[in-house]
């Protein structure tokens, strides 16, 4: 009966593990937000990779309420390389606490 019991114990954690790293992840997307000249945009690789490869040092970016935003890009841009990296840390730090309890 213990081997059933040590059996259910560990497709419970597995079960736990993957509830707590999809509450992890949408966590780090709401906080991948970031407001900007009275806007809101959410924070990916791809409007990271837009912003950069846009020719002139101003443009008008659509944010998350569907509102055109004025944008600086060198300034956007460095706020939201920093912002990212911040997240992407902790989220990091995070997902690494999730995997020990699961060991344990």
């Given at each position: 009966?213990?081997?059933?019991?040590?059996?259910i114990?560990?497709?419970?954690?597995?079960?736990?593990?993957?509830?707590?790293?999809?509450?992890?992840?949408?966590?780090?997307?709401?906080?991948?937000?970031?407001?900007?000249?009275?806007?809101?945009?959410?924070i990916?690789?791809?409007?990271?990779?837009?912003?950069?490869?846009?020719?002139?040092?101003?443009?008008?970016?659509?944010?998350?309420?569907e509102?055109?935003?004025?944008?600086?890009?060198?300034?956007?841009?460095?706020?939201?390389?920093?912002?990212?990296?911040?997240?992407?840390?902790?989220?990091?730090?995070?997902?690494?606490?999730?995997?020990?309890?699961?060991?344990?």
């Amino acid at each position: 009966m213990s081997e059933i019991n040590e059996l259910i114990n560990q497709v419970k954690q597995a079960t736990d593990f993957q509830t707590n790293k999809r509450i992890l992840k949408e966590k780090i997307k709401k906080d991948l937000h970031v407001p900007y000249n009275n806007g809101l945009f959410y924070i990916t690789p791809d409007i990271m990779a837009f912003v950069s490869s846009w020719p002139n040092e101003e443009l008008y970016l659509e944010d998350i309420y569907e509102n055109p935003i004025k944008i600086n890009k060198s300034e956007f841009l460095t706020l939201c390389q920093q912002h990212y990296q911040k997240v992407m840390n902790q989220w990091h730090i995070e997902h690494e606490k999730l995997k020990r309890v699961r060991k344990i």
